[in-house]
């Protein structure tokens, strides 16, 4: 009799799950279409739907549902309920830390912004700052109340086994330092951390509906270069699986110095701070500069687009070690599609001779052809969709479709 109810409640929670995951990937739907999308009858979307609606997960609405084009009365549809909760989505990098209030249906309520410097974490805690700044999203927001269930954060670097802190990034006096710990102890709920590579993917294949279904690599290149790899069969909840390395990849042996202590990697020559060092013919063996400031990047830009030698040289060997590490990339595990989002994409024309050329060299590519290359040139939003996706999805299988019954 206990093992019949174990079953009944797993499956339960499966389909529970299976609805909120479809609403969340389609948006607002009759319950004919969730049936018909789901697979599940009639009934048991009536039972499931009216019990959601009863615990208020979602809501019924009375706009016609999506191409839907029977006479008479429209089809009600049943969408997320906007204020079941609310989450937290930090965006921390070298430069800025961006704080975002989402609803439970995805909806920007509020956002702030503050400055990162490299000697910020030297002198307040990460984790202090952090909470600061997410109080201050509550206070000027008191309707959410303790309707904070979740705060997500993404960082540049590599994260620890646990997901508490930072082995390794490119900023300062972050790194060893506890951050998932004490916020969930200040604010009760759920804290995750997670490398920005994946959510980058994720994100952009939700700005880009047509590619949906292609497995895309996401290259991020400005203060460091990063790269997050997406396909459909990738479970969006999952943590820091598609997220690579990829700046960090051996370009040359012995090569110019890398912020993160080793020589030759990708990232020496294509960041924001290896381009700068090149085109000034700084030694490639000093130090690399802790930040470059995002206005003398986009001015080394321009003066590449104005034909300064010294500076379209720098960008072709920035474009030669992303082509090359591409190359490598193709031998293991082709994407149909790149796109390159973050303040170098304004750069891509400077490099892509040397990064389609970098492809060439794969042998992968010679017979298949080259991925198809997109540039998108805010890359803050494709990390922020991809927060919103992967946040939502866990609250939905972790939270919503395991609460008990009403009544």
Known sequence: MERSVADADSVRRQNRGLVLATLRRAGAMSRTQLASATGLSNASITAIGGELISQSILVEGNEPAANTKLRGRPAVQVAFNRHACYAAIVELDVNRARFSLIDYAGTLVDRIEAPVTPTLFAEIAPATFLRERIERLRERNPEIGASLRRISISAQGILDPAGDRLKWSPIG??????IVTPLEQTFGCGVTLAKRGRLLAEGARLLYPELRDLTVATIFIGSTVAMGISS??????LRDEGATEFGHMNHLPDGARCRCGMRGCIEAYAADYGVLRTAYGVPEQAMPAAAVPPAAYQ?????GRSGRRNVVHAFNIAG????????????ISP?????????????????RAEIEAGLNASLVSRINGRPAITV?????????????????????QSHFAALGKSG
């Open 376 to 396: 998108h040139h805010d890359e803050r939003e494709p990390i922020f969709q991809g927060m919103v996706l992967s946040t939502l999805n866990e609250l939905d």
């Open 232 to 237: 459909a069969a990738r479970d969006a909840a």
């Open 335 to 351: 994407p149909a599609h790149v796109i390159i989002v973050g303040p170098g994409a304004s750069a891509y024309e400077l490099m």
């Open 173 to 178: 006096h972050i790194v060893g330092e506890s």
């Open 299 to 303: 001015e080394l830009i321009q003066l």
């Open 320 to 331: 030669r070690a992303i082509g090359y590490g591409l190359a490598r990339l193709m031998a």
